[in-house]
């Protein structure tokens, strides 16, 4: 019942910036763990960065020192910030959450959203 829709996706030179952003909506009690997931060309899908329901970040490699997660629980929103652009962060992004009810814990994923970095 819960779901995830994302928006922020396009085109961006290298060096760019782009804020990614992540509305959930239905029914449940709170949001656990969310993070970002992105998959680029002839790539698995990978982990970019997760962020607790306190705010604690973490972040993989890539995205050290560029990229940006936080939270807004009041909202129900995801953001990431993504600076210093490069190439090979082009790929779909895709949003996840882990939506806890008073049954059981649902994860789920949002439709994703194309990032393109090139001039």
């Known amino acids: 019942q819960a779901q995830l829709v994302e928006s922020g996706g396009g085109l961006v030179q290298p060096g760019g910036s782009l804020r990614l952003a992540c509305a959930a909506s239905?029914?449940?009690?709170?949001?656990?763990?969310m993070g970002w997931y992105r998959q680029g060309p002839g790539k698995e899908r990978e982990l970019v960065a997760t962020i607790t329901q306190k705010g604690t970040p973490n972040y993989a490699d890539s995205a050290k020192g560029r990229f940006t997660i936080s939270r807004d629980n009041a909202k129900n929103m995801l953001y990431l910030q993504m600076n210093s652009l490069k190439p090979e962060d082009t790929a779909v992004y895709y949003c996840?959450?882990?939506?806890?009810?008073?049954?059981?814990?649902?994860?789920?994923w949002g439709q994703g959203t194309l990032v393109t970095v090139s001039s």
């Open positions: 239905g029914r449940f009690i709170s949001i656990r763990m």
């Open positions: 996840n959450a882990d939506f806890h009810t008073d049954t059981w814990d649902q994860e789920v």
